[in-house]
């Protein structure tokens, strides 16, 4: 039969990063006993003192958080160039047969164009497409009989090159969202390859990104 103290972990361990927060004193250990009281009694079948449980929450090692630091910090240190764009435009359309004839119609009249920024994410129900503003017309032409599910304007964005090993270190993008999170700057689109990830934010939001971007390379 489980142990308090292994229920406890069980569940802090269900959302690893609470463990940052609690070794960083960001939360406050009473509160989150309460939280998570009924789930510790269900799993054990038997009412629980938060006082047990707060007393298993401070037993929690928090070597696992003081690792991933660890290693995030030296990852950080080792992140390329950041390229910035701007006069950018969203476009979110209902995925169609049509509507991928048209991309492909698109990618061919400016793929070769270095200087307009163009990328498109294929979902399972919609694609997105953020753009260079000077192609508006190019969209409006080609996608007129498409339906359209929303679309941004003002928009900018960071494209950060990864080192190659990111896909081996966890907690990258959750190090890098996480800032932006408590600066209260709200993402409009994320858009990731294999060692590139680029953030599209409000034109109005770039300087503050960029800053912030610019601090985790320094940490």
């Known amino acids: 039969m489980k142990t308090i103290q292994e229920t406890v972990e069980t569940i802090i361990n ?27 009694e269900k799993t054990l079948g ?6 047990a449980i707060m007393m298993s929450i401070n037993r929690i ?12 910090k030296s990852f950080s240190l080792k992140l390329g160039d950041f390229i910035v764009r701007s ?27 270095r200087e307009s920024f163009f990328t498109v994410s294929q979902g399972i129900f919609e694609t997105n497409i953020v753009i260079s503003k000077n192609l508006k017309p190019e969209i409006e032409k080609l996608f007129a009989k498409e339906k359209i599910v ?5 928009l900018a964005s960071i494209t950060i090159k990864l080192p190659k090993k990111n ?17 209260n700057i709200p993402l409009q689109e994320i858009i990731s390859t294999t060692n590139e990830i680029t953030l599209v934010v409000k ?7 960029f800053s912030i971007l610019i601090e985790l390379k320094k940490a």
């Not at 929303?150 to 003002?154: C, I, T």
Request: no cysteine; charged share 30%; net charge positive.
């Open 14 to 40: 269900k959302t690893p990063f609470i463990e940052e927060a609690m070794h960083d004193k960001l939360i406050n250990v009473s509160s989150l006993a309460r939280a998570i009281k009924p789930e510790v």
């Open 46 to 51: 038997k009412k629980v003192k938060s006082g």
């Open 61 to 72: 090692s928090p070597i696992n958080v003081l690792r991933i630091k660890k290693n995030i």
């Open 87 to 113: 006069d950018l435009l969203d476009f979110t359309f209902k995925n169609t047969s049509t509507l991928h004839k048209q991309i492909s119609v698109l990618f061919s009249k400016t793929g070769k164009n």
């Open 150 to 154: 929303n679309s941004l304007e003002k």
């Open 167 to 183: 896909v081996e270190q966890s907690g990258i993008y959750y190090f890098i969202l996480k800032q932006l999170a408590w600066a």
């Open 203 to 209: 034109e109005e939001d770039i300087n503050k990104t």
